[in-house]
Structure formats: C-alpha cells, structure tokens
C-alpha cells in the first residue's frame, strides 16, 4: 500500500488496517488522526513518538497477541501472519537443543514476569535471542517492562514499514 491510498481510507479502515501492528487502540486512533502522513517516515516517527507513551496495561493488551518465541503463530488473521513471517526471518539453521532452550527459557520467563517473552526475532539468530531471553531472566519488573515496551516498539515499527513496502 502506498502512504497516500492510507491516507484515503477511511477512518475504520485505516484503523483495522493498522490494528495487526499493534492492537492498543487510543495508539492506533492516534495514527489515524494523525493523517495526511507525507511519507511512510512520517508515519513511523509519530507512531514512534505516541509509542512512548504506552503504559504497562497498553503493552499488556498489545502482548495478548503475541505467541511464544519459537512457537509457530496459531489463526489465520493478519498478526498470525505478521508473527509468522516475522519468526520464519530468525536467522541460522534450525537447532533442536536451541529450540528446546528457547521453549525452556519461555517457561521460566513467564514463571518471573507473569507475560510471554518478547523480542524482535526478525534479524537475529536463535542463539542472539536465547542468550536476550536468559540475560532478560534477571531483569527485576520495572526493567523488564522498560525492555518489553522497547521490543513492541521496534516490532510495531517493523510491522508499520512491511504494510507499506
């Protein structure tokens, strides 16, 4: 899609449109107040800028979306699909023993922090993300949300360039 068909769309549309980046809905009723968006850069440095202000309960929302790291997306919606591809872009071979770790990690993540571990996979090994998730096991609570937020961030911001390119 181009910048100047979403400017068009209607509100409704625009809105579900943008709903796979990241559904916290005063954020995305804020993006498409926002248009007419001159460029696709424009639209991410202001989705960057009212991301910041997402609050823990705004994540949380935004996290019930998303599947375990490892785990192959479940449904056949556009954040399916959007995990999807995102998870398929991890790079290296498959590692059964690091899958396994991963699935370990996971469990022992949500033991601590009471939330599915997050990260942006697209571009990084399976290994740079077990060693992000032991690392982020010793996060206390008010870390590990600062962290949390930044990966949606970086992950919306992704998903926001994608729709566009």
Request: charged share 30%; aromatic share 6%; hydrophobic share 45%.
């Amino acid at each position: 899609m181009e910048i100047e068909e979403f400017n068009a769309l209607g509100a409704t549309a625009a809105r579900e449109l943008l709903r796979p980046v990241a559904g916290i809905d005063w954020w995305l009723d804020a993006l498409v107040a926002g248009r007419p968006y001159t460029d696709v850069e424009a639209l991410t440095s202001y989705a960057a800028a009212e991301a910041a202000r997402w609050s823990p309960a705004d994540v949380d929302a935004a996290l019930a979306h998303h599947p375990r790291i490892g785990e192959r997306p479940q449904g056949d919606g556009a954040e399916a699909a959007l995990s999807r591809r995102e998870q398929a872009a991890i790079g290296g071979p498959r590692d059964p023993g690091l899958e396994e770790a991963i699935a370990t990690g996971n469990a022992a993540y949500e033991a601590r922090h009471d939330r599915v571990f997050l990260i942006r996979a697209a571009g990084r090994s399976r290994k740079e993300i077990l060693d992000e998730l032991v690392r982020r096991l010793d996060n206390d609570p008010d870390a590990e949300a600062l962290e949390v937020a930044d990966q949606l961030t970086q992950i919306a911001h992704l998903r926001l360039e994608g729709l566009f390119s």
